[in-house]
């Protein structure tokens, strides 16, 4: 059999083939339905949105993850870089006077270096990315602890504004989560930067032979990964309205845990927003379910954990027996 | 069981059918083993040889068709399924722990233990008896690492056979072998034979088949197109395999030089080579020949801007891109495909359209987006043009065969309309057909104008294939030889001229093609990546 010149859109949802390639989305809508009936109270519009607000912090750090777990690499410091983000952009408020909206543009820069600097270590000094986050993740934490002298500061309102609801009914962080869902998307099917994260996570020598700036693409990715980090942290302290230096502890574990329910491999060159979304959602919906059940948190900590597991395992299984 | 036993049948299968991803892989095929015979597989790359291998070593579980082992039908639902029934497979590669010692890895997993220690006096007195049964005569102490190649296949095979495996796969044991070493392992498989072991025996040497085989089940595209008997003739081989007769083996076009496309002066890097110059023109295809650790391929990743280089020059089409930058040797108009088809030339978790558009890819971003729908109708173009055989554009490129994922390499360069294009090894692990194939593609290039460099350390080919013959020897250039000149035995006179070893000790045509293969395998060793982010390993498919 030769080359078939079959063309399939990419643009088009197609329910199957979603299915099939997201091994994640049939275990959300199991889970969402086993939570429907055993709690009342769960599929309701109210807690729905309610599960989304709870998803969306998570689920912008898994998005910037997605892109360097693609890519083949790992970020560590994300919690703590939307930890350190938050907190520049309240201290900006607070301490330094400057207006709101500059406050939030200097959070987001706080990422940006953050991430820039993960993403140099890794292209140019060649450290594991592993090593290289780790030490971010300690220093960013501590940055936010030197910055806040250890006490919470409070948002300005173009910030706490994120954690808003308009309309009485559409909470603002459900939909700068599904801004960033799209946005990460396009990123990672149709743009050059994207495409080249594939090629690199994949094999980065062929990458290289081919003519892609394999350091450049680090840089990139490890960069975004920085600003999701911070539109992260800031959509926390806006909801909070405060930025606390203990922010986000441990997130990065719940973002690449979403990553990897979402169908990614750790080694690299495979991984999709949808997939992402969905292992992100799946998270939220177990968290928000097990307190309608009033599950206590000890044992939420091990049902996740089971579950995280139980997930990846089903993925391996389904791709072996492709 | 004594050599006179009457044979008995120690494996069958039936109908065996197998898809991946759409694609036929196997269809309908029948194979059975009887003990004491060497019952070859013969097939072209992707003919369906290694999925049939995987299948009786229980590592695919087959969509139809039935296993019988010792007259009882079977599921093989593991390869440690298989192993208890006595099926063990040798896979090209080796999977010894290069630091334990041999005897250790004869033991590897089942060490026989006294109060939780090792019994290290037991496996050294059990080792040695292994060792003898395979006639290698090395000290079980011995670390695995200070092995040659040949060697520690034998103590995998001595592995197999202590576990009581009736029935032993070979999957192109002697591809990185040497001739002597070839030879040695022939003789331990008869021994075998004779002592009642079912050898299934993969290899694309068709000599080694005539002098081993008893009968030869041949597939093409996922069929078993015929049984052959002992004693075949390398033709009658060829036909059946291929499904036509192959009239010429090297059907180099020449063409009327034109400019110069590829001029190299005086390129030096210390310790790699010294003094490299040559020139490649239009319609041109120079052959660069040369033992291990004569710089070939050293030379090509220094042109490529790979690697760097101390002096010297690179001129691509009137162009002197950066030393040390591949993007500026690309945009000058050079390609290069690499020996490392698998570490260094694919994206293997991409699929084939992705593979092939990777050169491209940035000639058709617009604004930071690629132009997906353009991209995929070239590659497709392309797919069709080279005949890559797949499912289609989304396989993954892990699944094509080695011919078909090296054209895709090809490929992607030349969408990208090179105007020099290196191929570095070209043929390495490819079929007969799809050989004949990437020379046509050689021929269509030089036809329209662009410049090949070939190199290669299969001399007939380099010879059949080139006008001119560059020798390397030692890192310098030893000479050149038009192709009219290149013989077999002038080339490998100046492969040698510049090291010490003495031209008289290949002159015999045994020991010189010897070293020709012990060339090969050097180069095989995959070089350390200067910017490597991931390091992965991937099975390898079908």
């Given at each position: 059999m030769t080359t078939t010149l079959v063309e399939r859109d990419d643009d088009r949802i197609d329910l199957r083939r979603l299915l099939s390639d997201n091994g994640a989305l049939g275990g959300l809508i199991v889970l969402v339905l086993a939570l429907a009936v055993m709690a009342?109270?769960?599929?309701?519009a109210q807690n729905l949105l309610n599960v989304g607000v709870q998803a969306a912090v998570v689920a912008v750090l898994a998005f910037g993850q997605t892109f360097v777990i693609v890519s083949g690499g790992i970020d560590l410091s994300v919690g703590s870089v939307a930890a350190l983000s938050g907190m520049v952009a309240a201290w900006s408020f607070t301490?330094?006077?400057?207006?709101g909206w500059l406050a939030l543009v200097a959070g987001l820069v706080t990422g940006l270096a953050a991430g820039l600097v993960n993403g140099v270590m890794v292209s140019?000094?060649?450290?594991?990315a592993f090593i290289a986050t780790l030490a971010m993740l300690s220093v960013a934490r501590g940055l936010t602890l030197v910055v806040s002298d250890g006490t919470p500061k409070s948002t300005p309102d173009e910030i706490t504004a994120l954690g808003s609801t308009i309309g009485d009914y559409l909470p603002v962080p459900l939909l700068v989560m599904l801004l960033v869902f799209g946005l990460t998307g396009i990123i990672l099917t149709r743009t050059y930067a994207g495409r080249t994260m594939y090629a690199v996570g994949g094999n980065a020598d062929a990458a290289r032979l081919s003519g892609i700036n394999v350091r450049r693409s680090t840089l990139v990715v490890y960069g975004l990964a920085g600003v999701f980090a911070a539109v992260a942290g800031l959509l926390l302290a806006g909801r909070l309205a405060s930025a606390g230096p203990?922010?986000?502890?441990?997130y990065e574990l719940d973002a690449i845990a979403a990553v990897v329910i979402g169908g990614?491999?750790?080694?690299?060159?495979v991984g999709r927003a949808t997939g992402t979304f969905v292992g992100a959602l799946v998270l939220a919906v177990l968290r928000n379910g097990l307190n309608q059940l009033q599950v206590t948190p000890f044992w939420q900590q091990v049902v996740i954990g089971v579950v995280i597991a139980l997930a990846v395992l089903f993925d391996t299984l389904r791709r072996r027996n492709k | 069981m004594s050599p006179q036993a009457m044979s008995t049948e120690l494996l069958r299968a039936e109908g065996i059918t197998k898809r991946f991803t759409g694609a036929l892989?196997?269809?309908d095929v029948d194979f059975d083993l009887r003990s004491g015979e060497v019952h070859v597989l013969l097939g072209e790359?992707?003919?369906?040889k290694s999925t049939l291998v995987k299948v009786l070593a229980g590592a695919h579980s087959p969509d139809a068709g039935r296993i019988v082992v010792g007259g009882r039908e079977v599921r093989l639902g593991s390869p440690q399924q298989a192993a208890k029934l006595g099926i063990a497979v040798i896979h090209q590669e080796l999977t010894l722990v290069?630091?334990?010692?041999v005897a250790e890895n004869l033991f590897l997993g089942r060490m026989p233990r006294r109060f939780g220690f090792v019994d290290r006096a037991l496996i050294r007195r059990r080792a040695r008896g292994m060792l003898e049964r395979v006639g290698l005569p090395v000290?079980?102490?011995?670390?695995?690492?200070?092995?040659g190649i040949a060697q520690q296949q034998m103590v995998e095979i001595a592995r197999a056979l202590d576990t009581d495996a009736k029935v032993l796969v070979l999957d192109e044991?002697?591809?990185?072998?040497t001739e002597t070493e070839t030879d040695r392992l022939l003789e331990i498989m008869a021994e075998l034979r004779e002592q009642g072991v079912g050898l299934v025996f993969i290899t694309h040497h068709l000599e080694e088949i005539r002098r081993i085989a008893d009968r030869i089940t041949v597939l093409r595209d996922g069929e078993s197109v015929g049984v052959l008997p002992a004693g075949s003739s390398v033709d009658e081989m060829v036909r059946v395999m291929v499904g036509?007769?192959?009239?010429?083996q090297y059907p180099r076009r020449a063409q009327e030089p034109g400019e110069i496309l590829l001029s190299v002066s005086g390129l030096t890097r210390s310790g790699a080579f010294e003094d490299v110059s040559f020139e490649v023109r239009a319609g041109e295809v120079l052959g660069v020949a040369g033992l291990v650790g004569s710089g070939r391929t050293e030379v090509a990743r220094a042109v490529f801007g790979v690697d760097r280089y101390d002096s010297g020059e690179v001129v691509v089409a009137d162009r002197r891109p950066r030393p040390g930058d591949v993007r500026a040797v690309m945009r000058a108009g050079l390609g290069l495909v690499p020996e490392d088809r698998k570490g260094q030339g694919l994206?293997?978790?991409?699929s084939v359209g992705e593979n092939l558009g990777l050169v491209t890819m940035r000639a058709a971003t617009r604004g930071g987006f690629v132009d997906r729908k353009a991209q995929r109708v070239r590659t497709a173009a392309m797919a069709g043009r080279l005949r890559v055989?797949?499912?289609?554009?989304?396989?993954?490129?892990?699944?094509?065969s080695g011919g078909n994922q090296q054209k895709v390499v090809i490929g992607k360069w030349l969408l990208a309309d090179v105007r020099v294009l290196v191929l570095d090894e070209?043929?390495?692990?490819?079929?007969v057909g799809a050989k004949v194939e990437i020379y046509e593609l050689i021929n269509e290039l030089t036809d329209a104008g662009h410049a090949v460099v070939l190199i290669s350390s299969d001399l007939p080919e380099v010879i059949g294939m080139s006008d001119r013959v560059l020798v390397m020897s030692a890192g310098r250039v030893a000479g050149e030889l038009p192709a009219s000149e290149a013989t077999q035995d002038a080339v490998m006179a100046l492969a040698v001229?510049?090291?010490?070893?003495?031209p008289s000790r290949w002159s015999h045509t045994e020991g010189f093609s010897d070293s020709w293969r012990e060339a090969e395998r050097d180069t095989r060793r995959p070089r350390p990546a200067e910017e490597s982010i991931a390091e992965t390993t991937w099975e390898q498919a079908t």
């Open positions: 009342p109270n769960f599929l309701t301490e330094a006077g400057l207006p140019y000094g060649r450290l594991p203990q922010a986000a502890v441990g990614a491999s750790l080694s690299g060159g | 892989a196997l269809s790359n992707g003919a369906g290069p630091d334990l010692s000290d079980p102490g011995t670390p695995v690492r200070e092995l044991p002697t591809a990185a072998l036509r007769t192959i009239s010429e994206v293997l978790t991409s055989k797949s499912s289609g554009q989304d396989q993954p490129v892990r699944e094509l070209p043929t390495r692990g490819v079929d001229s510049g090291s010490a070893v003495t």
